[in-house]
């Protein structure tokens, strides 16, 4: 069966400077909403990509050392997301020798091959382009503005899935 993965990060993807905004709005506190919610006007675009690519998501955004994998589900889900959430890239001791993002990334797919579940298609959605060579692999996004409808074709591409 073909495995396709989504490697998220969060803050500058699924939060951007119109998150904060919003989230003053609903909270009175912009930073109480930044650091415990995602915007649902990005998690769209997110559940768009995941449905059309039947994509899972790997969460390698800094939120999960804070965060169990169930809490990251749920806070996803909380803004709209009906996918599943496989994982989470390593942290910690597991990533000893890790210098950037795309080490973790890669650390990920090694893994996933090892244990016979290998992934065939994935895309990277990250505001940064630490990922070495998995670059091409990703679709950068702005951390002011997050992700945006015009994302959607370029991960659905990277997936290996035609818009």
Not at 57 to 76: C, D, E, K, Q, Y
Not at 96 to 116: F, N, P, V, W
Request: charged share 20%.
């Amino acid at each position: 069966p073909m495995r396709r993965i989504v490697f998220l990060d969060f803050d500058g993807v699924l939060n951007s400077d119109g998150s904060r905004e919003r989230g003053a709005h609903l909270f009175g506190n912009p930073d109480t909403f930044f650091h415990t919610h995602v915007d649902p006007h990005h998690v769209q675009h997110l559940e768009i990509i995941c449905q059309k690519a039947q994509a899972e998501v790997v969460v390698s955004s800094t939120w999960r050392h804070g965060f169990p994998l169930g809490g990251l589900a749920a806070i996803l889900r909380t803004a709209g997301f009906t996918g599943n959430v496989v994982g989470k890239t390593v942290h910690g001791a597991a990533a000893q020798g890790c210098k950037i993002r795309g080490d973790e990334i890669q650390r990920y797919l090694d893994s996933a091959e090892r244990i016979g579940e290998p992934v065939n298609e994935f895309v990277i959605l990250d505001d940064s382009d630490d990922m070495g060579v998995l670059l091409p692999k990703l679709v950068q996004t702005q951390f002011g503005v997050g992700l945006l409808e015009k994302h959607v074709p370029l991960a659905l591409r990277q997936l290996g899935v035609e818009p």
